[in-house]
């Protein structure tokens, strides 16, 4: 079996640690890895800003500006290039959903997805209070003012971002569609702090069961996501241990995801998620 990472960031992430993804790289292969995706966080849309109410941070920090483009394409491939004999270095992005983007986001996957080798798809943001959209994982404050207090408790909470990601996986965003979906319990990252439900009610569930069948239908593979287990007020795995069963039931393909954002994230968990998997 393969060692790899699936899901890893650089600095080139403007919420990152900032430290240089070779050293990143470096350790990985000193861990044993024999494949490592760089997934940076791919530019938002410019007119997103009109649809976003939350903190301008959430915004303005969550991805790369596209004059970072040039910069980050030319470290990775130095990166391939340096590791080749050691290390397969996929290049790609983390892509946001926004569903009022798609456009955009396929034309942008048209003219940069040539350049890419592996992609994740993931939802960040969900539309809540006044229909603005609110940033899932970025501050306490934003996720209770703009998402909580707009639903109707944890249980519809889950189910409108799991019915996101149904919209997410489904979306045709041309040759260079994301064959992965990110983290898809990140709903879930400041549920010990909210008190949120540990398990799904029925009708959760059963929005779960159209997610994960959409994935199988399309033939998406998931990211089963480290960086969770070691969230202050989230304590597991992206996705939970429940989800993560299912997925294995219906035969989808589980890539293991430090999602690092620093060195020292690198590689977090990989022993006790992959027990998990098989």
Known sequence: MLKKDGHSHTEFCPHGSGEDVELMIQKAIRMGFQAYSITEHAPLPPDFKREYAGLETGLT????????LPAYFKKCRQMQQKYSSQI??????ELDFLPHHVAWTRE??????????????????MQGRDNHFWCVDDTLQDFKKGLLTHAQGGQQLYQQYFEALITAAKADLGDYTPKRIGHITLIKKFQDYFGLPHDYSATTQSVIS?????????????????AGLYKEFCNETYPDFNILQQAKALGIPLVYGSDAHSIKEVGHGYHTLMAQIY
């Open 88 to 93: 397969q270095i996929n290049v790609g992005f």
């Open 210 to 226: 159209t997610l994960l069948k959409t994935i199988q239908t399309q033939g998406k593979e998931l990211d089963y996501n480290a």
């Open 108 to 125: 942008f996957m048209n003219e940069y997805g040539p350049q890419t080798t592996d992609n994740v798809l993931s939802v960040h943001f």
């Open 61 to 68: 920090t969550a991805s790369m500006s596209m004059t970072d």
